[in-house]
């Protein structure tokens, strides 16, 4: 099983800083055969599911502010928001698509200062 | 809009069969292309893939749950379900249903989730 961990476990910023979340999996996600990363990350605010912000690592997916940037390749993935605002409070995960059992790293939980 | 919503017992005992059904609304199983999910998360801990299905019947499972879970699909009520069976303490969490996206022939990221549904194992 390909492991994925997250850091920091939680990260505690104040309104308009930059954040960054770190995603590690054990193994390489980046395939040769079409040279996409599989990896994507979701936001989970209080109260509600996971919500879907990037696949192949850095795309967006429709909707999702563009302060929020997802990057990296093969083992080393961020998630970046450029200035943090009151509604980014959330729980941030990143899940491995590149081989079966899809695995999610451990969260990283995002507080304001 | 997809949406996804599961219902179920939300108290099972031990060494039962835990049940869940999740209804898809704003979109038809029989027609989409994707898989279909389901995703737990114990109290406390990450979240961890269950199995998927595909409207076909093909079945991706988790090896560490293989042996305990069947899934299904019912095309004419837009819905699908899993089975968990020999539950334990351990089998406590809150489980999502998802659409579990197809992409270039693979599995890949899930999208709708469900609200999620809490299930407890207790006598």
């Known amino acids: 099983d390909i492991v994925v961990t997250q850091s920091p476990d939680s990260l505690t910023m104040s309104l308009g800083e930059r954040a960054t979340i770190n995603c590690k999996p054990s193994q390489s996600v980046l395939s040769t055969f079409n040279n996409k990363n599989y990896l994507a990350w979701y936001q989970r605010k209080p109260g509600q599911p996971p919500k879907l912000l990037f696949y192949w690592a850095s795309t967006r997916e429709s909707g999702v502010p563009d302060r929020f940037s997802g990057g990296g390749s093969g083992t080393y993935f961020t998630l970046t928001i450029s200035s943090l605002q009151a509604e980014d409070v959330a729980v941030y995960y990143c899940?491995?698509?590149?081989?079966?059992?899809?695995?999610f790293g451990q969260g990283t939980k995002l507080e304001i200062k | 809009q997809l949406q996804l919503q599961e219902s179920g017992p939300g108290l099972v005992k031990p060494s039962g069969t835990l049940s869940l059904t999740c209804t898809v609304s704003g979109g038809s199983l029989g027609t989409d292309i994707h898989y279909w999910g389901w995703i737990r998360q114990p109290p406390g801990k990450d979240l961890e893939w269950i199995g998927s299905?595909?409207?076909?019947?093909?079945?991706l499972y988790s090896p560490s749950l293989e042996s305990r879970v069947t899934l299904s699909v019912d095309t004419s009520e837009n819905r699908f379900s899993l089975k968990l069976s020999s539950v334990a303490a351990s089998d406590t969490a809150i489980y999502y249903c998802a659409r579990h996206l197809r992409r270039e022939g693979s599995a890949v990221w899930f999208d709708p989730w469900s609200q999620g549904t809490l299930v407890i194992v207790s006598s």
């Open positions: 899940q491995q698509y590149y081989s079966p059992p899809y695995t």
């Open positions: 299905i595909y409207t076909s019947g093909t079945t």
